[in-house]
């Protein structure tokens, strides 16, 4: 007589599919990783010059030039020039940073990832 047994376990088709899934997730985390990583680095920058206590007093410029030598300390390479966008009326003070970064994950496959974001301080 024959003994039914149950099937147990994965085939190797199913294993190698799933190697390839994990190696698909894995090679898409470590090229998008950074470009976060460096995003909170300029989030943190942006958010550490509205916390300036005499912030509203500073011009646009030295606004500007004190988030550029926050991203040359922290090593943030992906703002462009024209990415900071400053707006005072009187002791109120917007600064907007409105960036794109274009990762390439394969051969002609590219993720393009946007990012916006605003601090506020002082008084309206």
């Not at 400053?86 to 990832?113: D, P, R």
């Amino acid at each position: 007589m024959y003994s039914l047994k149950k099937q147990q376990g994965m085939t190797a088709m199913g294993i190698v599919f799933m190697l390839i899934g994990l190696g698909v997730i894995v090679m898409l985390a470590l090229k998008i990783l950074p470009v976060y990583m460096e995003h909170g680095k300029v989030k943190s920058a942006l958010e550490s010059v509205g916390n300036l206590t005499d912030v509203e007093t500073k011009s646009k410029s030295e606004i500007k030039s004190s988030l550029k030598k926050r991203f040359l300390t922290n090593g943030v390479e992906s703002v462009p020039k024209g990415a900071i966008e400053i707006t005072k009326f009187g002791n109120y003070i917007h600064v907007q940073i409105q960036y794109e970064v274009e990762v390439l994950l394969t051969s002609n496959l590219y993720a393009l990832i946007k990012f916006d974001d605003e601090v506020e301080a002082g008084s309206q």
